[in-house]
């Protein structure tokens, strides 16, 4: 499974250093530039021909690659708005989520700069919140792990154009968990981080934000939607329909009174191809954080969620940050594969959805090894039918030269339950989700694992086993949404081994984990990766 994308920002607040005779904030690097090596134009062409085949000219918007510090690709294609301007590095876009981004960033500046601590409870900000939630620390909120709920009812009258009116409306709603214990992606928690912004820095958000994020980082052609110093010639257009007619077509920027307290910090960022590339040459130096508030940006809290990002792990085991954004009529994806030098940007003024151009980028860059699995379920007899028992799995993974890994799965003390062989493409790939999932469900405190055979519709033979197809699935998750053995709609949010067979319209077999079977599995695929 493939999610979508996310990019991470950083704050600095450098105008008062002159005044205060504190020493001057590093000076941002360049942009990065594209490279002029045969190598590099070689790999520029490779790229854009992997674009032009996804999208064969049609696609509006913009995208870029950079590469060990240098840009190997930009590429934009369509019109930016109803003048018939095309779409460039300068044209304007709303990032959507990707503004949470810039929020955390300017968090841990302020930490950095003494004027706050992100373990300390919001109570310290808003004296007056409930109990229930004025214990929520800002890394809680920053992580999505406040227990605050953007579907829970806000029961005061309110006006979001007052910082504080809006920050208490939403402590004052009832959390599903208590601070710390689940992952709930809240947009709300965003504002309320704003408001701290603005009261830690004693500057207003939007100045904050504007003098300490994007001018030290170059980003000149950066604001929010209320288009405060931004230029309406570059505006793009929210193209929500089809491109004939004018049916959903909408300006980027909208009147000031829209522009509260219910989306800053969340949402509202304005940007362009040209400052996300500024953006991305100061994110892995001290222009705007030292390394030591850089690498909390890195580290997953709960549900491979970090700090403004999501932190997954790829095929190479190595980590990709990524997120994405949309508003009405436009869409951005962000991946940084922070390991591998590499990072690639796009934005599209429609509703197309970018992240298979990410994807397709991607594989060129990383070409990915081929996925398959074939072997056997046993099932434990040709008339045995679904069941679900909970058992002791013993895992065991060995390296077979030019053939992938061969796993078996036992039941400990009786039989084996499955032996499986996995491709190397196949078995690096399920060593980086099963890594991602015990990482995102750790401290669930779950208990046994679970073992579901479900063999009727499977072509067995005189043993009770299935043979799988060669059009069968070997999937790690985290959570499993489907129909139960009694017919009716579940949902497992704990680690899951699925075996997915068309040909038996079905899953023959299915594991829920604990985390020590989880780890177990983890261990032995590991193992025969690397002899």
Known sequence: MRPLAVVMPIVCAVLASCASGQPAAPTPPPPPAASSSGASSGLTHDLLETVLRLTLGTWWGGVYVVKDGQTVLTYTNGLANETLVPFTEHTLFDMGDLSMQFTCVAVLKLEQDGKLAIDE??????????????????????SHTSGLSDKAEIKQVFSPADRDATAMAVLGTEPVSG???????????????????????????????????????????????????????????????????????AGLIVPAELWTWAGRGASGVISCLGDMQRWEAVLDTDVLLNKAQRDKITEVVRENYALGWYVTTTPRNTRRMWHGGSSSGFICISFRYIDEGVSMFVASNETTQPDTMLFALTDFLFPPLAETVSGQVFTG????????????????????????????ITEAGHGEIARLNLSEGLARRSLAAITDVIRSTAGKGFEGTIVRVDPVKAVRGPDGAVNLSPDTKFEVRNYVRGIGPDGAQYEETRPTIGIIDPAAQGWPLMLRLDTKSAQELRQALEGAITK
């Open 179 to 249: 601070p710390g214990a689940s992952w709930n992606y809240s947009k709300r928690g965003y504002s309320v981080l704003a408001a701290v912004i603005e009261k830690a820095s004693g500057r207003p958000f939007d100045e904050y934000m504007r003098q300490g994020i994007f001018a030290p980082a170059g980003m000149k052609e950066s604001g929010f939607i209320d288009g405060m110093g931004l230029n309406p010639a570059n505006a793009g257009l929210r193209v929500n329909g089809p491109r004939s007619g004018k049916t959903g077509r």
């Open 381 to 408: 007899g040709p008339s045995v039918s679904a069941r679900e028992l909970p058992m002791t799995v013993v895992w065991s993974a060995t390296a077979q030269p030019d053939r992938g890994v061969l796993l078996r």
């Open 121 to 142: 409870p919001i109570s310290k900000f808003y004296p007056d919140a409930p109990a229930a939630t004025g214990a929520i620390t800002l890394h809680q909120l920053m």
